[in-house]
């Protein structure tokens, strides 16, 4: 609740601001950063796994993953799915990744991402979610 009252307090504040470059410069440490690097690099960081293992674990080749993680290549939406089950994230963790990377979040009212949602929540590893998806005739994270 507390990051809505401040997101809430940063939109008033800009609908009062007469001086856009005053806000911004006030705010600079209230903006979310859009480095896809970054953002995972700080989720990383909190687990113990080798990047080796990420990279079993996410179904993912380790020179794309050490390319993402290096800032050198932008995952798609489905590929960053598939880190995030590597990396064991929380469904909020998960959904964060998504909007500071300009993806749409999960959604509980489209089956694929209900099924998505439900593996995140469960634990499921990245092939049993994708088993599922298949059988429901979804998409496939990869």
């Known amino acids: 609740m507390k990051k809505n009252r401040e997101t809430d307090d940063l939109q008033m504040e800009l609908m009062e601001t007469t001086d856009l470059n005053k806000f911004i410069k006030k705010n600079q440490d209230k903006f979310y950063s859009d480095n896809i ?7 990383y ?8 293992a990420l990279a079993k674990k996410s179904c993912i080749s380790e020179v794309y993953l ?6 050198q290549r932008n995952p798609s939406r489905n590929r960053l799915l598939c880190i995030c089950f590597g990396l064991e994230a929380s469904m909020d963790e998960t959904q964060n990744l998504l909007k ?25 590893s990245l092939p ?3 088993e599922k998806l298949a059988s429901e005739g ?3 994270l990869y």
């Open 138 to 140: 979804e998409e496939l």
């Open 37 to 43: 690097a970054e953002l995972l690099n700080e989720l």
């Open 128 to 130: 049993e979610v994708n």
């Open 45 to 52: 960081i909190k687990r113990d796994i080798s990047k080796a």
């Open 66 to 71: 050490h390319q993402v993680f290096a800032g």
């Open 100 to 124: 500071h990377c300009g993806y749409g979040q999960l959604y509980s009212r489209k089956k694929r991402d209900a099924v998505i949602i439900y593996g995140l929540l469960h634990n499921m």
